[in-house]
């Protein structure tokens, strides 16, 4: 099937509106006759949903949790951005769109990203209106502060909790409508299948999760909101139930899945600490505007400090290494994620890394509180000379804006970071890659939409820092709500959709066979055993640097070991039971399909750009080096065994940006 972006005609800022003014609409009384499965409720889905019962449709909503309170949205801790200039600092939707695609490494689509820089304003208006506490300057006007691989402050925050006070707003506006019996929700169910009838997109099989039951759920569209699939990697900043189960069930009945090898490396996490770890922490981007990541100049003292007979508080000035600000004094420590993750690695793989492992950096806030100190002595007109008082004034001022964090930090490492410099390293964070979807967010089923992470939209090859809470809720509130209604118009005179169909019949008994294959496999290894092998192979062959041979390995290593966990793989219990092992199993089972699609697609792709480091293709200063060839969604067929997906092309045409060097500099 040839890719179909459906991209408006027109010029770039004209061409949401003028869609908007010509796509179909659904009348109101209408809408009421119209049913639409929502899965997933965290930001994506929860303002997808309640928007929808807002305007009028029968939505019902699944989340797997015991609520949607408890999405991986809530763990969100910097920001959202928002082109709105509050600073007066150059800032516009241009720039906004510009920041983006660079940012992306100009793997992105323009006419998204342009539309989601548009209605970003929108999100923080609609948040404030909820009542969302965004922080406040002394004024009591909104504040912000400023994000990796951008010169302006377009980020709006609430401590380090913003997407916790987001998802409040979004579950309050869903709560109106569980109240007006207009969204129906369903906690505790997982998706587990894809109804297509003559084509569309018809319903869902969910697993009840407490009790094991096996239903049928039928709707006129079904959008996915299903988050990402970082988990892949074992090892993430995710939450521990993320996966990829809906979008990969999606994919087998006809979604193409786009770019699966784009991954996002977040720089400023807690290191790993053993084998023993199921979880990595991460330590917000917002931090790098005011520590300063460095390492130590000289190797000796590196070593002493991995052996503990040096503190970092004793290396002078000059002997520490600021590599970010040497490297890229423009950007400095808010340099792209990519770019910083990248540089701490060159360090650490240098041997100047600072822990036991060798494998961390400092992020260090000694000059920020000393900063901070002085600018408090003088506004109260105290002694700037006063050391103590300058730090405990500046330690005062840093407490408040990531006071959280801090202590989040000092409860895992047992070290205070208000004295001793913090120690990060890379982890996997997010995954850019997801569902193909057209402009209106459809899928390559109709009738399927994806959106939030799930979807691979507006990121490219990596995604800038506050900006994926920007299009959860861009999607949600303001793209998906208008788009859908387009494809429903379709729908006013079809009726209920049955679910005693032979399609549903086909659906449900799928489900049940895996169920049953797992349950009964009875080998003799834990979920676990298989889930971190895999996390390792990723690691190490598809990380944050990959090459060739390692990636054909890869490739090799996942599909044994998917044979072996269907051989060896012990699942304990019932199926119809409360089964958490169960519900990894089948979970595990299709990051085992994914991470093999995964590997494929970064072999495919022969350049660099973003977060997929292709060390073959480097400049000679190690910057990743994108090519020509290369500027194209990749979209991937569903063909049987992974090995057998085939690749469909979306050429990316820059007709508003001019595509250039991606320097920091
Ligand atoms: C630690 C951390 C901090 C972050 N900080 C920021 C930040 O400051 N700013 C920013 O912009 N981004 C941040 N991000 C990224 C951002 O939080 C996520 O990309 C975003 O919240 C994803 O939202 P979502 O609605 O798409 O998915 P999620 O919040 O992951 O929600 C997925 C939903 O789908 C449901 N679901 C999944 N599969 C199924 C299934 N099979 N059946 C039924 N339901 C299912 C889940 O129950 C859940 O409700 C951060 C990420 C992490 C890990």
Redesign the pocket.
Known sequence: MALDSKIPKGPLSDKWTTHKNNINLVNPANKRNIDVIV????????SAAATLAELGYNVKA????DS?R????????????AAKNYQGDGDSTYRLFYDTVKGGDYRSREANVYRLAEVSTNIIDQCVAQGVPFARDYGGLLDNRSFGGVLVSRTF?AKGQ??QQL?LGAYSAMNRQIGRGKIKMYNR????DVVIIDGKARGII?RNLVTGEIERHSGHAVVL????Y?NVFYL????M???V??AW?AHKRGAYFANPCYTQIHPTCIPVSGDHQSKL??M???LRNDGRIWVPKKLEDAKAIQNKTLKPTAIAEEDRDYFLERRYPAFGNLVPRDVASRAAKERCDAGFGVNATGEAVFLDFASAIIRYGKEQAHVKGLNENDENLVKSLGKKVVKSKYGNLFQMYEKIVDENPYETPMMIYPAV??TMGGIWVDYNLQTTVPGLYA????NFSDHGANRL????????LAD?YFVLPYTIGNYLSDDIRTGAISTESKEFEEAEKNVRQQIDKLINNKGTKPVDYFHKRLGKIMWNKCGMARNEKELKEAIEEISALREEFYKEVLVPGDANEFNEELAKAGRVADFLELGELFAKDALVREESAGGHFREEYQTAEGEAQRRKEFQFVSAWEYKGEPKDAQLHKEELVYENIEVKERSYK
């Open positions: 899965v997933g409720t965290g930001l994506a889905g929860g699944f989340c797997f949790q949607p408890r999405a991986h949205s809530i763990a969100a801790q910097g920001g959202i951005n925050y913003t997407g998802l169910h997982e998706m587990l969910t909101g299903s988050g990402g970082g993430s900043t995710n939450a139930g993320s996966n189960t809906a069930k922490t991460l917000s981007e917002s964070h997010y959106i939030g992470e799930a820092g506050a900006s994926a809470l920007m299009q959860g949600g």
